[in-house]
């Protein structure tokens, strides 16, 4: 009971951040900080901006810093206390960091000594802007930090709504460490006051299935007692569908207009392993930003760099048009 009343402490602490990083490569400040200063005012957090300039390589070898490196700097700095100087504006805490060093160890070494309960990202900066893929960085921070990290895709549409959810959607698993996952689901829906779906999607081969009904009363009934299990005040929307998951994630951001996407990342479930591509793609191609949240993970667990590569209850279930036509045929 009291391990049970630890992590669902350390989850609340996690959806409500007291800390918030912002890694900024400085092209995306603006797109960036938007999404910080209003997660900030809804959670009392403090924001830090990290920057990293990268060391060039006559420096390294020791030569002296050069008259254009010193303007780079200055112009760093000035960005980053313009942002600031706006959050404060708006009476949010805001720290500003510049250091020299590689950018991926600058943003770790930056969250563990904060103490940090949550990064945002982007990927629209320099070095990958336009691409339908993570930067190296953002990859590496999006596989290797213990803390839920925001993610603003490169196909983000800006929106106020955007920054302010209504709408959380989550795709559930169901298998290993789905609970701990929903959990944190729960409470981020609940920190803004936001509708949740719970989306569960089923392999399509199982249309072909003789017991396909059964299956799906069988992940119905798993979602509807995920779901009364908790104490939630927002609305939680289920849905069980078959199909491919990532056009199925997509397609029903689209329908009901979600403002964030929470992917867990359950280490050894392939399906939503980062090596495998699915929250990968589901962050290339939304419309919307994605959080994702790795569980068993505490808050401030230290990060070891070199294991980094470069309102009332409603169910609904919805069903797979196929699916339908599948069922009706057997019955």
Known sequence: MQAAIKAESSISLLASPSSIVVATDLTDIEQLLPHAIAQAMR?????????????????????????????AKQRARESLDNAAHHALSQGIRCSTVLREGS?????LEEIESRQAT????GTHGHGYAGQQILGHVADALVRGANLPVFVIGPHVLTSAAHTTPRRVLHPVSLTKSYREIAGFAF?????????????HVMDSG??????????????NRQLAELVSSQKTSSKIN?????????????????????DWVLIGLEHDFP??????????????????????FRPHSP??????????????????SMHNPKLFHSICAKS
Request: charged share 15%.
């Open 43 to 71: 959670t009392g957090a403090h924001i830090i901006l990290v920057h990293a300039l990268a060391i060039p390589d006559t420096v390294l070898l020791g030569g002296k810093t050069t008259l254009e490196q010193t303007h």
């Open 103 to 107: 950018a991926l160890d600058v943003v």
């Open 118 to 121: 949550r990064l945002i990202i």
């Open 187 to 199: 409470q981020l829906a609940q920190t803004y006051d936001a509708d949740l779906t719970l989306l």
């Open 206 to 219: 199982l249309l072909r299935g003789a017991y396909v009904k059964d299956i799906l009363a069988g992940k």
């Open 238 to 258: 289920t849905v069980v569908i078959c199909g491919d998951m990532i056009p199925e994630v997509l397609n029903l951001c689209s329908a009901t207009e979600t």
């Open 271 to 292: 399906w939503w392993s980062m090596s495998n591509n699915a929250a990968y793609q589901v962050i290339a191609q939304a419309e919307c930003p994605v959080m994702t």
């Open 299 to 316: 808050a401030h667990k230290p990060f070891h760099l070199t294991q980094i590569c470069l309102k009332p209850t409603r169910h609904i």
